[in-house]
């Protein structure tokens, strides 16, 4: 590293202090969406393979989450793998999955995190299922930031999922379908979606400048707001962040109002 870099480097570090230093605990999201976006751009910008990107984002996650802790944040959405991304050749596919079940493993072990997936848990393969579902169960009790894995996750597929869920409660209820349909509302459905039991998020940070939410919570997102970041993931910054929670807690929410 060369004395630009390392100037460069400081500036960036007590840029990020002063910000924080500014930062208004009370005004920061309790539950942050990520979409991950930017590791196979990343890894072609600086000479690497798709894999290597995919690796380096990987590692960036307790980063992050290490962040969010630091401000008082309380649940985390990972979006880790797409239903969409099963289209993708096999030759990062395979690996692709195996860093993610990794992931899952650190986050488990980690002893901070309380991993909870969300995503249609029958289109992963049989491994990663049980490495999910070991660790729900390892970390059931832990106190601190939910950090919901999304993994094999699709919006629409998540409502799909949810309008079933709740078609099957009725059927072994014994509801009558005409009874069901006048008592179906907006509650009924979201007491079927993947997040139950959990504040909708706040904010989704989007990273590497593409606008769009690729279908993303499409439920859970009516009134978030929303923060879209030109830098790939892996090179994701603290400064970044705060910028992020700093743009959020000068937003007057509406909800719709």
Known sequence: MNLRDKLRGLLVRLYAR?????????????H???IMDGNRRWAKASGSTTVHGHRAGAEKIEEFLGWCSETDVEVVT????STDNFDRPQDELGPLLGIIE?????????????VHHVGAMDLLPAGMQATLKEAEEATAHTKGIVVNVAIGYGGRQEIADAVRSMLYEAQDKGVAMTDLA????????????????QPDPDLVIRTSGEQRLSGFMLWQTAHSEYYFCDVYWPAFRKVDFLRALRDY??????FGG
């Open 249 to 254: 807690a000068a937003r007057h929410r509406r």
């Open 18 to 30: 002063r910000v924080e230093g500014h930062l208004d605990h009370a005004q920061v999201p309790k």
């Open 102 to 114: 990794d992931v899952v493993r650190t986050l488990a072990a980690d002893g901070r995190w309380r």
């Open 78 to 81: 990972l979006w880790l793998l």
């Open 182 to 197: 006048e008592s179906v509302d907006i509650d009924m459905i979201g007491r079927h979606l993947y997040t139950s039991d």
């Open 32 to 34: 942050i969406g990520v």
